[in-house]
C-alpha cells in the first residue's frame, strides 16, 4: 500500500542528546527522509534548533534533510540553512511576503521548494505558487507541538492539492505533518499524501509503516 509513500520522520520527538542515533534508528526503520523542525519562538512559542545543531547532524547520516523552518521571514535565512546540510527547504505561507523568492532562493542553491501551509490557510493562498514547487506540506496539526491530534478538514486540503496535481500536471509532493499514527495514516493516504511526516508515534515505536 505504501510503496510509492515516503516516510519522513520529525527529529522533534527524538531524544535531543542523542540525535546521531535518533537518524540511525530513522534509517533502520523505513525513513527514508528526515524531518527537521525549526521553531524560532516567534512564529510558533518554542524554540528548538538551528543551523549548528543542524550541521552536525549533517555528518551522522546520507539522507536527505528537509528543513521545516516555522520561523517569521525565512527568507533572510534559508540560505544558511542550505549551508548547514538541507537537501529540502520548507517553508510557511503564513510567515512571509515574499514566498516567490523564498522559492527562487532555494532553486538558485540548486535544492528541493517546499511551502507549508498552517491548518485553517486554504489551498487557494498558494494557487500560483503550485507550478513551481517541489513540496506542498499540508500541516495537519497546528504548528509548534508533536504529539497533537490530526484536524480532520485538513485532509480534505490534500485531496484538494492531489486533484489540482494531477488536473494541471504539476509534480510537486504533498506532505502531512502532525498527528499521523496508525489510524490516520490510510485517510491521508487515500487522499493522495505522498510524504508522511510523523514524529511522536515514529520514535514511541507506534507506526505500522511495513
Ligand atoms: C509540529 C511539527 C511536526 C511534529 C509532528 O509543529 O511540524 O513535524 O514533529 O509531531 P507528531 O507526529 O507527534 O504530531
Ligand atoms: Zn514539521
Avoid at 1 to 21: I, Q, R, Y
Wanted: glycine content about 8%; overall charge negative; aromatic content about 8%.
Amino acid at each position: 500500500m505504501k510503496s510509492n509513500v515516503m516516510l519522513s520522520p520529525s527529529l522533534l520527538s527524538a531524544d535531543f542528546s542523542n540525535l546521531a542515533g535518533a537518524v540511525g534508528t530513522i534509517k533502520e526503520n523505513s525513513g527514508s527522509l528526515v524531518h527537521i523542525d525549526v521553531m524560532d519562538g516567534h512564529f510558533v512559542p518554542q524554540v528548538t534548533y538551528g543551523q549548528p545543531v543542524i550541521a552536525s547532524v549533517r555528518k551522522c547520516t546520507d539522507l536527505p534533510f528537509d528543513v521545516h523552518l516555522m520561523v517569521e521571514h525565512p527568507e533572510s535565512s534559508i540560505s544558511s540553512y542550505i549551508d548547514a546540510g538541507a537537501d529540502w527547504v520548507t517553508f510557511h505561507i503564513e510567515a512571509t511576503c515574499h514566498a516567490d523568492r523564498c522559492v527562487q532562493i532555494i532553486h538558485e542553491r540548486g535544492k528541493k521548494a517546499g511551502i507549508a501551509l498552517c491548518p485553517a490557510t486554504p489551498v487557494s493562498a498558494i494557487e500560483t505558487l503550485l507550478p513551481f514547487v517541489d513540496l506542498v506540506l499540508v500541516m495537519t496539526v497546528n504548528p509548534g507541538w508533536g504529539g497533537q491530534k490530526l484536524i480532520p478538514y485538513t485532509v480534505e486540503k490534500v485531496r484538494k492539492l492531489a486533484d489540482i496535481k494531477r488536473k494541471e500536471g504539476f509534480d510537486y509532493k504533498i506532505s502531512v505533518d502532525g498527528g499521523i499514527n496508525s489510524s490516520t495514516l490510510p485517510s491521508v493516504i487515500d487522499a493522495g499524501t505522498d510524504i508522511v511526516v510523523s514524529g511522536s508515534s515514529f520514535f514511541k515505536g507506534e507506526l505500522k509503516w511495513e
